[in-house]
């Protein structure tokens, strides 16, 4: 797979990251935290530039792109620690419905991602799933035309502020049994879902739902009924790649944070840039994030290639944990750098580090995923 950046590749990442520098500005970031956490305006220009469509089909309304020039965006978006849900709230459910929905309804429904007109979530982490897709307690019981869904759905970001939400629920089987996963879409004043919002550590909006028999028709079921998994951990999968992208463009920002600081920050009548330790501790930070850029390379090769459901998973959760170890000392070394002033508001290499330990418990943290990665070594150690 060539990882060299075509033009149209290198046009849009510079027109990101000029957003993101000149449109974004840690200013601005900072009011819109302050205000809520989402910023409608923001979600109206990405979809004037067309980033809401990126990874949606021409057929269906969308641009076309594929993963890597998703994950250039992503990249940007992390670089300039974007609070709209763009992971979250735009390429998880394009991805959600592109491989569980059936045509008639990514017909209807894609076209609004795309274009911004509404704004979507996808409900499926629970208090006790830790990562695991497949382990889900909620449950969906057919009620004559239609289904009773009761159980609680744990930090979705942006559900308050979302038009519709896709909910995970388990029409059979028991928690992580891989068959009876269905997908539901309700609308955010759906009977008997109640949204209780939280603020995320750095500032996101996000919402547990309580489900007590929310009511929903038939025709709310997205694609086959118990037979979401597959589709379900593809999704989750792309997600997490994207959100390693996400993490990488933190930890080159937080490098030139560094670098800038050490520049200006003097002691003893000289910039502290000049001192060898800390020179040797910008080269072992530069290394690191070296190694996470290849590990997302890595993850997005895997989405390239056609390996099954469970190699593919366990491959790049090995992906997120190289990232994860990366980012960690990578993150937590610039705040040291800055001699602890980096973890005030004021400085941004603090709301990285904030930002990395939603990453880490989002989808999985970095033992989850080591674990996961190791059995699958091990599985195939075996089989040799």
């Known amino acids: 797979m060539d990882f060299n950046l075509s033009d149209e590749q290198r046009m849009l990442q510079e027109n990101a990251r000029r957003f993101m520098e000149k449109d974004y500005a840690f200013s601005r970031r900072k009011a819109i935290a302050t205000s809520g956490g989402f910023e409608p305006q923001v979600w109206r ?3 004037e530039m067309g980033w809401l469509a990126a990874g949606i089909p021409e057929a269906f309304g ?5 993963p890597v020039e998703t994950a ?4 940007e978006m992390g670089r300039g620690l974007l609070l709209e849900p ?3 709230g735009c390429l998880l459910p394009a991805a959600v419905l592109q491989h569980c929905a059936d045509e008639a309804q990514q017909a209807e429904l894609l076209p609004v991602i795309g274009s911004g007109e509404a704004l979507m ?6 208090p006790e799933s830790r990562g695991d897709v497949a382990w889900v307690t909620t449950t969906a ?3 004559g035309d239609g289904y009773d869904l009761n159980g609680h759905k744990s930090a979705v970001v942006c559900a308050a502020q979302s038009d519709r939400l896709i909910v995970v629920a388990r029409t059979a089987g028991e928690p992580a049994s891989l068959d009876g996963l269905s997908l539901f879409l309700l609308d955010r004043d759906t009977p008997g879902m109640s949204v209780e919002t939280v603020r995320l550590l750095d500032g996101t909006p996000a919402a547990d739902l309580i489900l007590d028999n929310a009511v929903v028709p038939a025709d709310a079921l997205l694609g086959r009924e118990g037979h979401a998994y597959v589709g379900l951990q593809r999704a989750i999968d792309e997600l997490i790649v994207h959100q390693c992208a996400e993490i990488v463009g933190g930890m080159e920002d937080v490098l030139a944070l560094c670098a800038d600081y050490l520049k200006t920050r003097k002691q003893f009548g000289v910039p502290i840039g000049s001192f060898q330790a800390l020179q040797h501790r910008m080269a072992d930070m530069a290394i690191e ?7 997302l390379h890595r993850g997005l090769a895997i989405l390239a290639g056609d390996a099954p459901v469970h190699e593919r998973s366990a491959q790049i959760s090995g992906c997120k944990a190289q990232v994860m170890r990366s980012a960690k000392f990578v993150t937590a070394q610039g705040i040291q750098l800055h001699g602890g002033y980096g973890l005030t508001e004021e400085f941004r290499v603090g709301h990285h580090y904030r930002r990395l330990v939603l990453s880490n418990a989002w989808w999985g943290g970095l033992e989850y995923h080591l674990a996961r990665y190791a059995r699958s070594m091990q599985g195939m150690g075996a089989a040799a």
Request: net charge neutral; charged share 20%.
């Open 289 to 295: 994030t070296m190694q996470a850029r290849a590990s």
């Open 72 to 75: 250039i965006l992503a990249e």
């Open 62 to 66: 969308g641009i076309g792109f594929g």
């Open 121 to 126: 979530a996808v409900a499926c982490s629970e």
């Open 45 to 47: 220009e990405f979809a």
């Open 141 to 143: 019981q057919r009620r």
């Open 86 to 88: 763009y992971l979250h």
